[in-house]
């Protein structure tokens, strides 16, 4: 039987085929692009297909790799206008394959990570994904996590300050570089938080890349990634949809320049249009956006150092990019906090 890292596959064959009808054998593919929890796609001999998501193999951080409260959030969103994937089955059992792990529906649809994929959407599309891409935030935003069991999933108040200490105390555990610049930010953020606009889902990492589309129209069809989701400020969901979404001229080099093709506005008419479907006021979208990218270094520095101790499964090629990168981004996140008067 081919060996899978991070997958007993006998025993979780055994533990699919009594919850679930598939025939096996069954085959286990790491789902390329995610540098989080490892997403397996499973096909049966038939051809349905699955998916598992378990923790990174080292480096396990437990707020932010916590299979049972990831399974739980998308459980309740299932009875929402919130598009997700339907949930199989939980187990939290680390003997069976080395660490909890949750199954839930295959979406078909495109994932665009990247400029190749968004070039198979047309321009039309990539609009629409735009436009759908917001609207869907809008509504988890909209959503009462009381309604639907989740009302002490979290504090509701002081989010970014939550926020700071907690990737503050996780760049302290994995830097592997100089990370002065990174802790001056922090302090300038934490000295010029802004009112917190209200309390909602907070999904904690909000990008085109985390959605699955209609290929055809862009619509979206499910939100992936569920792991970050706290409640707490919406606005921290914008701003770091506005880090992600690319711009021509100041590109990070880790990102993929999809959302630069024709068709994708740009990233202040996303926000535009967040604000009027929203109700919510935006006028200090410069600090979330120093925030966001304040946040991101802290996570792609713990990221490249669970890449290093073999986390993954494999040594990726991009590991050099990442230390690119999370200096890209300290600079971006001390311009933007400057720019803002922070």
């Given at each position: 039987?081919?060996?899978?890292?991070?997958?007993?596959?006998?025993?979780?064959?055994?533990?699919?085929?009594?919850?679930?009808?598939?025939?096996s054998p069954l085959d286990f593919e790491v789902i390329a692009g995610g540098r989080s929890n490892?997403?397996?796609?499973?096909?049966?001999?038939?051809?349905?297909?699955?998916?598992?998501?378990?923790?990174?193999?080292?480096?396990?951080?437990?707020?932010?790799?916590d299979m049972g409260r990831e399974h739980r959030i998308i459980r309740a969103l299932e009875r929402t206008a919130v598009p997700v994937p339907t949930c199989l089955g939980f187990e939290p059992d680390a003997a069976v394959t080395g660490a909890p792990f949750y199954v839930m529906t295959y979406v078909d649809g495109s994932?665009?990570?990247?400029?190749?994929?968004?070039?198979?959407?047309?321009?039309a599309a990539r609009r629409t994904a735009a436009d759908s891409l917001v609207d869907v935030l809008v509504?988890?935003?909209?959503?009462?996590?009381?309604?639907?069991?989740?009302?002490?999933?979290?504090?509701?108040?002081?989010?970014?300050?939550?926020?700071?200490?907690?990737?503050?105390?996780?760049?302290?555990?994995?830097?592997?570089?100089?990370?002065?610049?990174?802790d001056e930010i922090h302090d300038r953020l934490a000295?010029?938080?802004?009112?917190?606009?209200?309390?909602?889902?907070?999904?904690?990492?909000?990008?085109?890349?985390n959605l699955v589309v209609d290929p055809d129209t862009g619509a979206v069809r499910a939100v992936l990634d569920w792991e970050l989701t706290t409640l707490g400020d919406p606005l921290a969901d914008v701003g770091l949809?506005?880090?992600?979404?690319?711009a021509t001229d100041e590109p990070v080099e880790l990102f993929g320049q999809a959302t630069t093709l024709p068709g994708f506005p740009g990233s202040s008419e996303l926000v535009a249009r967040y604000a009027r479907l929203s109700g919510r006021d935006v006028s200090d979208l410069g600090?979330?956006?120093?925030?966001?990218?304040?946040?991101?270094?802290?996570?792609?520095?713990?990221?490249?150092?669970?890449q290093r101790l073999g986390a993954y499964g494999q040594v990726h090629r991009d590991t050099d990019v990442l230390r690119t990168a999370v200096r890209q981004l300290a600079q971006r996140a001390a311009d933007h906090a400057r720019e803002a008067g922070r």
């Open positions: 039987m081919t060996r899978v890292e991070g997958i007993e596959v006998g025993v979780v064959t055994q533990w699919l085929g009594g919850r679930l009808d598939i025939e490892l997403t397996y796609l499973v096909t049966d001999a038939r051809g349905r297909r699955l998916i598992l998501r378990r923790p990174p193999l080292h480096g396990v951080l437990a707020s932010a790799h994932v665009v990570r990247d400029a190749p994929a968004a070039e198979r959407l047309t321009v509504t988890i935003h909209a959503v009462d996590p009381d309604e639907i069991g989740l009302g002490d999933l979290a504090r509701r108040d002081s989010y970014i300050v939550r926020q700071l200490r907690r990737w503050q105390a996780q760049l302290h555990h994995a830097a592997t570089h100089d990370r002065r610049l990174l000295a010029a938080i802004p009112d917190q606009v209200g309390t909602t889902i907070v999904h904690g990492d909000y990008r085109l890349d949809l506005a880090v992600y979404w690319a600090f979330y956006l120093a925030f966001g990218y304040w946040k991101l270094a802290c996570i792609l520095e713990g990221v490249y150092q669970r």
